[in-house]
């Protein structure tokens, strides 16, 4: 993949990842009360705490702790919401969330600059994001979960989750600005070289220096997290 002249070594790695995770989460739903699938949506979450306390090794501040704290919350929470959401509204989870990930990569990287050529949308939060890639992952997220509310004619109760693409989105960005303060790329580039997390990251496409575990779920937990306060709040369940 040629992008402004330059090739993206980590394109094919990480489209691949995204629809084979994508393609674990699709398997997860039909085994979704099992206690195997939890574990392990718990163990990524553990896993993403574990990275984030990495980045100290680099760089220590009590902002850092403050971030990293309300970092921590929001994994947690959305781990809990994870855990109580039934089958039918986690669909929306793994539609809006993954979705847009996927969709403002892929976008990103093909059309990205074609139409505004050298505006981003966020400049000092993540350099690499596009107007192109932006909208269009939010116009795939919000069409996925529409799509799906219509089908069960339920958007008097479900209305919320076309929330979903625009809060992966915040997700996203708040990890980027997390890594950013901490002078961190990717989340597993400290954590990843230790021997036994390197095997372990291998699982996210560590392995080709980029990403990690909390690259992969940072949409989850601010996305879940929200949704939870959201329903409880609202909807009262």
Not at 162 to 186: M, N
Request: hydrophobic residues 50%; proline residues 2%.
């Amino acid at each position: 993949m040629v992008y402004n002249g330059v090739m993206d070594k980590n394109f094919k790695v990480r489209v691949m990842i995204g629809f084979s995770m994508f393609a674990v989460a699709l398997v997860g739903l039909y085994t979704f009360d099992s206690i195997p699938f939890k574990i392990i949506f718990g163990f990524f979450s553990a896993m993403s705490m574990i990275e984030l306390l990495s980045f100290f090794k680099k760089k220590c501040t009590i902002y850092n702790i403050v971030l990293s704290l309300i970092e921590i919350v929001l994994l947690i929470g959305g781990t809990v919401f994870v855990m109580r959401v039934d089958l039918d509204h986690f669909w929306y989870i793994i539609l809006g969330v993954c979705g847009y990930d996927i969709f403002a990569y892929l976008f990103g990287k093909l059309c990205g600059g074609k139409i505004f050529k050298k505006s981003r949308p966020f400049p000092r939060i993540s350099k690499n994001k596009t107007w192109e890639g932006t909208f269009l992952g939010l116009l795939t997220a919000t069409l996925f979960v529409g799509i799906k509310i219509l089908n069960q004619n339920s958007f008097d109760t479900d209305w919320v989750f076309l929330l979903c693409g625009p809060l992966a989105l915040i997700g996203d960005l708040i990890e980027s600005y997390i890594k950013r303060k901490f002078e961190v790329k990717d989340s597993n580039e400290i954590i990843i070289k230790n021997k036994f997390f390197k095997y372990v990251e291998m699982l996210v496409g560590g392995s080709e220096g980029h990403g990690g575990f909390l690259d992969r779920v940072d949409s989850t937990a601010f996305t879940g997290t929200v949704l939870l306060v959201i329903i409880l709040v609202v909807f009262g369940l």
